[in-house]
C-alpha cells in the first residue's frame, strides 16, 4: 500500500467519522430531551453510558480478548478523566438542564465548545491560524443570531448550566491529545463511559435521584435506547477516534453543525417554530465550518509537503 493510498484511507474514515458526529450527535440533543421527560437526567444518564460501555467492552473481548485493554496505569487514569469531564459535568449537566429548556437552544449553546478551544490553545501556545480563528469567530456570530431569538425559552441559571457543561467537554477534549490515554480508541471509549457513568450516578445519589422504572414511559425508554445504541456506541466512539486521528479544530466543527440538525429535528418532530433569524443563523454557522474545514486541510497538505522535502 502506497503512502497515497494510505493518506486517503485516512482521510475517507476521518470525513466518515465527522459525518457521524455531525448528524448523530445533532440527533442526540433530540433524544436527551424526550428522555429527561421521565428519567431523572443524572440517573438515565448513567444508564446510558454503563449500559454502552459494558456493550463495547463485550465487544471487544469478543473479537480481540483483553489485548485492547492492555494499558498502564497513567493511560486508565487519563481516560477515566476525560470520561468524567466529558460525561459526568459535560453530558450529565446538559442533560439537567434540557430538563427546562428546548433542546434546539441547548445545542446552540454547546457551540461556544470551539471558542473554547481555542482559547485553551492560546493558552499553551499553540497558535490556530487565522482564517481558523476566523471560522470559529463566523460560527460563533451564526450561533449568536440564532440565540437572540431564543428569549423567555429558559433562565439564566440553565443557561449557565449548559455553558458549564460546554466548558467540561472543551476540557475533556483538549487534554485527551496531552495526556496518556489507550492506544485503542475502543478501550477508551469504554473506560471513558464507564468513569463517566459512575460519576453521574454518584452525583445522582447526592442529589437524592431516584430511578422509579414504573415512572419511565416507552417514548422515554426508546429515546435511551437510541442514546446508547447511536449516540454512545456509534457516535462518541467515532469522536474519541477523532481526537486521536484528526486536528482538533476541525473536529470541533460537529459543534456548528450539530444544532442545525437539532434545529430540524425540533421544527420537524415537535413542531418549533422555525424563522427567518434561524436560516441566516444557520447559514452563517455553515459558512464557519467550510472556512474552518478548509483552512486546516491546507495546513495538513502544507506541513505534508514540507515534511516530503525534508525526507528528500
Known sequence: MTPNTTDRRTTLLIWGALVIVYVVWGST???????????PALMGGALRFLIAAAVLAVIQLIR????????TGRQFLGAALVGLL???????????????????????LIASVPLCLVVMRLVVRDRPQVLTLAGVLVGFCGVAALS????????????AVVLIAAVSWSLGSFLSARIPMP?????ASTIEMLAGGAGLVVIGLATHERLDLAAVSTRSWVALAYLVVFGSLVAFTAYSWLLGN????????????NPVVAVLLGVLILDEEVTTR???????????????????????????EVASHEMA
Open 86 to 108: 466529558l460525561l459526568t459535568t459535560g453530558n450529565g449537566l446538559l442533560s439537567v438542564a434540557e430538563k427546562h429548556m428546548p433542546s434546539g437552544l441547548a445545542a446552540l
Open 64 to 71: 480481540k480478548g483483553w489485548a485492547p485493554f492492555r494499558m
Open 148 to 159: 437572540l431569538g431564543s428569549g423567555g425559552q429558559a433562565s439564566p441559571g440553565d443557561i
Open 246 to 257: 484528526a486536528p482538533i479544530s476541525l473536529v470541533s466543527t460537529y459543534a456548528y453543525v
Open 183 to 187: 492506544s485503542n480508541s475502543f478501550a
Open 29 to 39: 440533543y433530540l433524544g436527551i430531551r424526550i428522555a429527561v421527560e421521565t428519567l
Open 278 to 304: 434561524m436560516i441566516i443563523g444557520g447559514l452563517v454557522i455553515v459558512a464557519g465550518v467550510i472556512l474552518v474545514v478548509s483552512t486546516e486541510r491546507r495546513r495538513k497538505a502544507s506541513l505534508s
